[in-house]
């Protein structure tokens, strides 16, 4: 039996699971189930752990006499809080224009 052929009979027997349990959001089905909402405050401490990276990186560097972009901000503070693009953006913004 070839991989083709091994995806389509996992892909039936997860559908006829489906079916008879219904679905829990697999890989397998056409309908998806929708998402649940996230809860209130959901990812504040993300967010409050990179405006405290993004305060302490301008100080440093403002220290220093340093130019600091706003891009080079957001990829220091994305790596140093573990947080997404969007997020380490946001507080690179805040710290740079609060301390400009």
């Known amino acids: ?7 389509r009979g996992s892909r039936a027997i ?3 699971a ?3 349990n219904g679905c829990r959001g697999c890989w397998a089905c056409w309908e998806k189930p929708a998402p649940t ?5 959901w990812g504040s401490a993300t967010a409050a752990r990179a405006a ?5 990186l301008v100080a440093y560097f ?3 006499d340093t130019a600091l972009t706003i891009e080079d901000l957001t990829w220091m503070v994305q790596d140093r809080a573990k ?3 969007a997020t380490a953006r946001t507080a690179a913004e805040a710290a740079i ?3 400009s």
Do not use: D, I, Q
């Open 62 to 64: 403002k220290c220093r």
């Open 52 to 56: 405290k990276a993004a305060e302490r």
């Open 83 to 85: 947080c997404g693009m």
């Open 14 to 16: 997860t559908r006829g």
């Open 97 to 99: 224009t609060e301390k």
């Open 37 to 41: 909402p996230r809860p209130p405050g």
């Open 1 to 7: 039996m070839g991989g083709a052929a091994y995806n």
């Open 18 to 20: 489906c079916a008879a």
